[in-house]
């Protein structure tokens, strides 16, 4: 009864962190729009999703209408880009 408790309380605790990771912040969309907009492509701010410590871009269109997803680290640094 103890664990269960105990399991329960770790998880109630542990749910706000998680759920701030869902999705990036206002100020981390708008450096990456900035970014994007550098390299010559945008997206919808939407397809930005949190993943391992990173942002994973989904259905970013470049010049030329190429389509890409790209990884960034947490520092915002394009660690993959891969076409679709």
Known sequence: MKLTFSLI???LVAAPVFAADENPSPEVIAKI???????ECQ????DIEV???GYDLDDVICKGGRQFDIKM?????V?????E
């Open 9 to 11: 309380t770790a998880l």
């Open 33 to 39: 729009e900035a970014i994007l907009a550098d390299m």
């Open 43 to 46: 997206m919808d701010s939407d």
């Open 51 to 53: 993943e391992d410590g």
């Open 73 to 77: 680290d947490s520092d915002l640094n």
């Open 79 to 83: 660690i993959e880009k891969r076409a």
